[in-house]
C-alpha cells in the first residue's frame, strides 16, 4: 500500500527566502505525482503535475522534481511572498491517489 | 462553469440523522472519488468509481454509501451520523483510474452536533 511522507510538517520563513517542501513514497509504480496547495478553509488547487516519465516541472516560481527510483520529490519555491502562505500537498498517482500529511508554509513580511 | 460541484457546502445536523453530500462533474471523466479531510487536514481516499463501478472502497464505517446513477454523478449518503464523522468531504474526478489532472469540488464542510 502506498504510503506518502512530506517533510517538515509546519515551516515559517521570511519573505523573498526560497524554499524547499519534500516529498516521498513507498512505491515506485506510479503514473504522475501532483503537488496541490490548501488555503485555510478552501478546496485543493493544483499547483504542479509531474509525469512518471519526466523529472521535472516549472510553472512561475515553482518548480518540482520527481526521482521515481528513490521514491521522492521537492517543491522548491523561489522568492517567498506572504501569499504563499498555505498547506502544500503531495498526492501521489497509482490506481488510486494518494496524500501526504502537507507542510504547512508561513512566509512573514 | 464549475468543472466539479458539491452540494451542501456547509452541513450542520443532529448526531443520529442520515445526510447526503451530492458530487456532479461536467468533464465527461471516468473516474469519481470522495475524500475525506480530518480535523488534522490529512486527506484520505474514502471511495473511487470507475464508469459508475465502486473500484476502491477503504476502510470506511458501513454507514457510508456511495452511489453513483451515471458516471458524472456520485453522491455520498452518511446513515446514523456521528460526532466523529464532522470533517471536510472533497469529491474529485479525472478522465480515467491511470489519467493525469485530478480536479477538486470546493469540499463539504460537515459538522455533527
Known amino acids: 500500500k502506498q504510503e506518502v511522507t512530506q517533510i517538515p510538517a509546519a515551516l515559517s520563513v521570511p519573505e523573498g527566502e526560497n524554499l524547499v517542501l519534500n516529498c516521498s513514497f513507498t512505491d515506485s509504480a506510479i503514473y504522475n505525482l501532483q503537488w496541490f496547495r490548501q488555503d485555510p478553509g478552501k478546496g485543493l488547487t493544483s499547483l504542479l503535475l509531474i509525469q512518471s516519465s519526466q523529472r521535472e516541472q516549472t510553472s512561475g516560481r515553482l518548480n518540482a522534481s520527481l526521482d521515481k527510483s528513490s521514491g521522492r520529490s521537492t517543491l522548491y519555491i523561489a522568492a517567498s511572498q506572504p501569499g504563499d502562505s498555505a498547506t502544500y500537498l503531495c498526492?501521489?498517482?497509482?490506481?488510486?491517489?494518494?496524500f501526504g500529511a502537507g507542510t504547512r508554509l508561513t512566509v512573514k513580511p | 462553469d464549475t468543472a466539479v460541484s458539491q452540494t451542501p457546502k456547509y452541513l450542520v445536523t443532529q448526531m443520529g440523522n442520515d445526510k447526503s453530500i451530492k458530487c456532479e462533474q461536467n468533464l465527461g471523466h471516468d473516474t469519481m472519488y470522495w475524500y475525506k479531510q480530518d480535523s488534522k487536514k490529512f486527506l484520505k481516499i474514502m471511495f473511487s468509481y470507475n464508469n459508475k463501478e465502486l473500484i476502491i472502497n477503504e476502510t470506511v464505517p458501513n454507514r457510508f454509501s456511495p452511489k453513483s446513477p451515471d458516471k458524472a454523478h456520485l453522491n455520498l449518503h452518511i446513515n446514523s451520523l456521528e460526532l466523529g464523522d464532522s470533517a471536510v468531504y472533497f469529491c474529485a474526478s479525472r478522465i480515467s483510474r491511470s489519467g493525469n489532472t485530478i480536479y477538486f469540488g470546493e469540499g463539504s464542510w460537515l459538522t455533527v452536533v
Open positions: 498526492a501521489v498517482h497509482n490506481n488510486d491517489m494518494r
